[in-house]
């Protein structure tokens, strides 16, 4: 396994006739050190290659291990909702994610939309996150650690989840206040755009006699529209 601090490697020879006399080790391609304790400290991957000679001038062979140090935190986390979006319809989040780690990996994974974390999971890079139900801001946190087990500092994005349709604007008219029948066949109207957690992205409408009609036509962001020279009726 990898570890994330300086390592404190112990070599014990035994030799049960004439007793070991001394322990000589290298780390890597480097020199050989006479000693039976040692720290290494550099991160990477390293092979350690140690023996020992007895007292009677015996030499073992070679023995080799693996020592794997990370003592560094993974960065340039990113992530992103559903492609950047603002505003979402649908409690199911799409996330895109990025982490770089330069020595043992990006392992694992977790996220927090509320006060608690998720379990750790092994690291994608994509995430279909199920979120609970009810509108505003949702702020998703995002983290990883390596496979030595040093965490990143978290990052966040942020989305408007908005699951209830907009109410009716309220439309009034300077030339006609009073919602009365008119002589005036160039009226103008006005509306006032409905609360909504994510705003308004525009309007449609329609004008004809039947108060049953829905809206139909582009959507418009004025919030107001004229007629001129309409028929009688």
Request: net charge negative; charged share 15%; aromatic share 12%.
């Amino acid at each position: 396994g990898w570890y994330k601090s300086d390592v404190v490697v112990t070599l014990t020879p035994s030799d049960d006739t004439s007793g070991t006399l001394y322990t000589y080790y290298k780390i890597n391609d480097g020199t050989w050190q006479l000693g039976a304790s040692f720290t290494v400290s550099t991160e990477g991957i390293h092979t350690i290659y140690y023996y020992s000679v007895d007292n009677a001038g015996n030499v073992e062979s070679i023995w080799s291990e693996s020592l794997k140090i990370d003592k560094t935190r993974p960065k340039n986390l990113t992530i992103l909702i559903n492609e950047g979006a603002l505003y979402t319809l649908n409690n199911t989040l799409t996330l895109i994610l990025n982490a770089t780690d330069d020595c043992s990996g990006i392992a694992e994974m977790k996220f927090r939309w509320n006060d608690i974390w998720t379990d750790w999971e092994t690291f994608n890079k994509t995430k279909i996150l199920v979120i609970s139900e009810g509108d505003g801001t949702r702020i998703i946190y995002f983290d990883v650690k390596d496979y030595a087990g040093n965490e990143a500092y978290p990052v966040s994005a942020t989305i408007i989840l908005d699951t209830t349709s907009p109410g009716a604007p309220i439309v009034s008219s300077t030339t006609n206040p009073e919602d009365l029948l008119t002589n005036n066949n160039s009226p103008i109207f006005s509306w006032s755009p409905p609360a909504d957690a994510s705003g308004i992205a525009g309007y449609c409408f329609t004008l004809d006699q039947n108060n049953g009609t829905a809206p139909a036509g582009a959507l418009t962001s004025n919030t107001t529209i004229s007629f001129e020279n309409l028929s009688v009726g």
